[in-house]
């Protein structure tokens, strides 16, 4: 089964507004993490945001912000007064603790296209 | 922080000759990982080593890769006779355990496998 789900393969905003990217997730930890990437054409993966599972607050990092609905499994990314730079692919990710490590697992990623 | 640096980055090879990329992971991070992405998916793991210990392998990694971090800072990654389905990007991360784990990671090395 898949542990995360991003189930937009593509999304379209207009500059200037606000854009949501769905993630849902599946795990029976109690201790997990939650990442978002952003990917640019030139490949690089960027880090934006992290939200761990204790955490009660949704995570914020400037423009961006996770929507954390832990009963719901789901981590969706938002991001405010988007740029034409927005433009690219956003993985979303989790980290399973297990004894002895962890493992970090990607979903297929969702492809934004920022309009002018 | 120069940040996670990756050499090289692409290569072209033949079926059946062998490979190895370098990985320089941000220098006070204790953790580094191997990633695997084919075009059009999100990275696939494939190894991570805490200092000098390999403590995970995906099923992912053939017999044909192996991976080394001989003294717990850069580490390779070796494919050995390779195929056209090892062609995708291989991306190296890094981590601290005193940083909250966050991954970074470096450009990747974009393998094609003629």
């Known amino acids: 089964a898949q542990k995360i789900t991003q189930t937009q393969p593509g999304m379209f905003v207009q500059e200037k507004e606000a854009v949501t990217l769905d993630c849902t997730y599946d795990t029976s930890d109690q201790s997990y993490g939650l990442f978002w990437y952003k990917q640019p054409s030139s490949g690089e993966m960027i880090f934006l945001i992290y939200q761990g599972s204790y955490d009660e607050q949704n995570a914020t990092e400037g423009r961006y912000s996770l929507n954390f609905q832990k009963a719901r499994k789901s981590a969706n990314l938002v991001i405010s007064a988007s740029q034409l730079g927005d433009s690219a692919m956003y993985f979303c990710a989790m980290r399973e603790d297990y004894t002895g490590g962890f493992k970090t697992i990607f979903g297929a990623g969702t492809r934004l296209f920022v309009k002018a | 922080d120069t940040g996670v640096s990756q050499d090289p980055r692409h290569k072209i090879t033949k079926r059946g000759q062998n490979v190895t990329f370098r990985c320089d992971p941000i220098s006070e991070h204790n953790r580094l990982y191997w990633y695997r992405q084919t075009l059009g998916q999100g990275p696939e793991f494939l190894t991570y080593?805490?200092?000098?210990?390999?403590?995970?392998k995906s099923r992912l990694l053939s017999d044909r890769f192996s991976a080394e971090r001989p003294k717990g800072s850069f580490s390779t990654l070796e494919i050995q006779r390779t195929e056209q389905g090892d062609s995708a990007m291989y991306l190296c991360a890094s981590s601290s355990t005193e940083g909250g784990e966050t991954q970074y990671f470096g450009p990747g090395t974009r393998l094609l496998v003629l």
């Open positions: 080593f805490q200092n000098e210990a390999q403590l995970e």
